[in-house]
Nanobody, 125 residues
């Protein structure tokens, strides 16, 4: 059984940077992704990385500001967030799946069956 553990959340001022970390244990996964959610809104995909090749997909609202990377041997992924603004404040979740392939649908929450507990990110202006 796969387990997912996130870390690295916290508070940052607008314009600042933060790094989130995620590690999986158990089975080998094909994709690791970051999602975020604020109260009253649906969970939205932020970035996904295809572990075998390093291929990535990003939500339009983070392109050019966030970067996802991975170490396949360590079953780990990171989300580097730069030039953050108040809209980036949310609970961030790492998710993983053993489903192969990378496409635009890889940023949909229902494509993932293993989730971490979440880590809070707060951006103050």
């Amino acid at each position: 059984q796969v387990q997912v553990t996130e870390s690295g959340g916290g508070s940052v001022q607008a314009g600042g940077s933060l790094r989130l970390s995620c590690v999986t244990s158990g089975w080998t996964v094909y994709k690791m992704a970051w999602f975020r959610q604020v109260p009253g809104k649906e969970r939205e995909g932020v970035a996904v990385i295809y572990m075998p090749t390093g291929g990535t997909r990003y939500a339009d609202f983070v392109k050019g500001r966030f970067a996802i990377s991975r170490d396949n041997a360590k079953s780990s992924a990171w989300l580097d967030m730069h030039n953050m603004n108040s809209d980036d404040s949310a609970m961030y979740y790492c998710a993983a799946t053993r489903e192969p392939g990378l496409s635009s649908s890889s940023l949909l929450a229902d494509k993932y069956n293993v989730w971490g507990q979440g880590t809070q990110v707060t951006v103050s202006s």
